[in-house]
């Protein structure tokens, strides 16, 4: 069967793969219907993400049909249409015992650590790591990662009635985390951003019409000033990835806030201690991956009209066009949201 391969950084290559075998006790037989593009792909296309090798396959956010299953598998049959949890763990861990399978000392991301979905033929996964949706399309099934990732953030700040959100970068992941804020009463939710273009999608397709556009002389704080009257936000998410944002971020947290980070950076950080992170006792939380659970609830989400997917799609390739056509993507004047790959 072909797969795309990134050879080395900016490189992809169509390659012949297996197809996989009968599925042992536990596994599941799947083959990919749609791809999601991804910061991270497009990071490990680069050759910026840390945690990819070369050459392998990428490919973790996915609509897949299951094709066949092994023994002790009961949830999902052969045709159910899924979404795949791609962070296999050890289920001994004592993270994974404690129900935080998400940060398993031993974690390895399908498409990132070891080679993804982006084939045309099938490949085998843990089968515990599929949820099905028969209801849904493929293409909303292959954004229940990324939406997965804005899900667990929000939990781990934790937003109650009464309080204010600021949601830092409105790329996949702050779109992501703006999807649930949006629904929980009572929560003033605000998104900055550099670009313009993205505060208007969020206020026309999210109708998240508080906006503050990140200005480089700090004016912009003013704003959030005017817009909690003099409070600021009480939790933070910073989407970024940005260090310099991720180090400035805690200015615009209210006393006793909580600050979370769920971009990713490999620099260093540093903020100031003792005028601002203690004076305010902040809390600093990270946010890493998704729970299991965060994917069911993602999907039921999805059914019940409550999250529009369609909005999210702004560009759609082919799996025969992907050498000549994915690195477009890496250009952020193009504007995409969601790029889909139609694998099969």
């Known amino acids: ?147 997965a990732i804005g899900y667990h953030a929000v939990q781990r700040g934790n937003p109650q009635a009464g309080e204010t959100v600021l949601v830092i970068g409105a790329g996949p992941i702050g779109l992501a985390c703006l999807e649930f804020l949006k629904l929980m009463d009572g929560v003033k939710v605000v998104v900055m951003d550099i670009v313009p273009g993205r505060l208007d999608f969020c206020a026309k397709h999210l109708g998240i019409t508080h906006g503050i556009r990140f200005k480089p002389d700090g004016s912009h704080l003013a704003e959030l000033e005017k817009l909690t009257d003099g409070n600021l936000a009480d939790v933070i998410i910073d989407a970024t990835g940005n260090p310099k944002s991720m180090s400035t971020c805690f200015d615009y947290a209210a006393f006793t806030g909580r600050v979370v980070y769920v971009g990713i950076t490999t620099t260093d950080l540093t903020f100031p201690h003792a005028p601002v992170f203690h004076r305010r006792e902040l809390t600093l939380l990270a946010s890493r991956n998704a729970k299991p659970a965060d994917f069911g609830a993602i999907i039921d989400l999805i059914r019940a009209g409550k999250i529009d997917t369609n909005v999210w799609i702004t560009h759609r390739i082919g799996f025969d066009e992907v050498p000549d056509k994915f690195a477009q993507f890496t250009d952020p004047n193009l504007g995409a949201i969601k790029a889909i790959i139609d694998v099969n």
Do not use: W
Request: a negative charge; glycine letters at 10%.
């Open 1 to 147: 069967m072909q797969a795309i391969e990134f050879t080395a950084p900016e490189s992809i290559s169509v390659i012949d793969l297996p197809d996989a075998p009968q599925p042992g006790p536990g596994e599941a037989v799947v083959r990919t219907h749609r791809m999601g593009i991804c910061g991270t792909d497009l990071s490990c296309y680069l050759g910026k993400f840390p945690f990819f090798a070369y050459p392998r396959t990428p490919g973790h956010e996915l609509g897949l049909e299951v094709v066949a299953v092994g023994t002790g598998v009961t949830h999902v049959k052969p045709g159910d249409k899924c979404s795949l949890e791609p962070y296999v763990n050890d289920p001994e861990s004592v993270p994974s015992k404690k129900g935080f399978s998400n940060c398993c000392p031993s974690v390895q991301v399908i498409g990132v650590h070891n080679s993804g979905g982006l084939r045309k033929g099938t490949f085998t996964v843990p089968a515990r790591k599929l949820h099905p949706g028969n209801d849904l399309s493929y293409d909303q099934l292959a954004l229940v990662e990324t939406l």
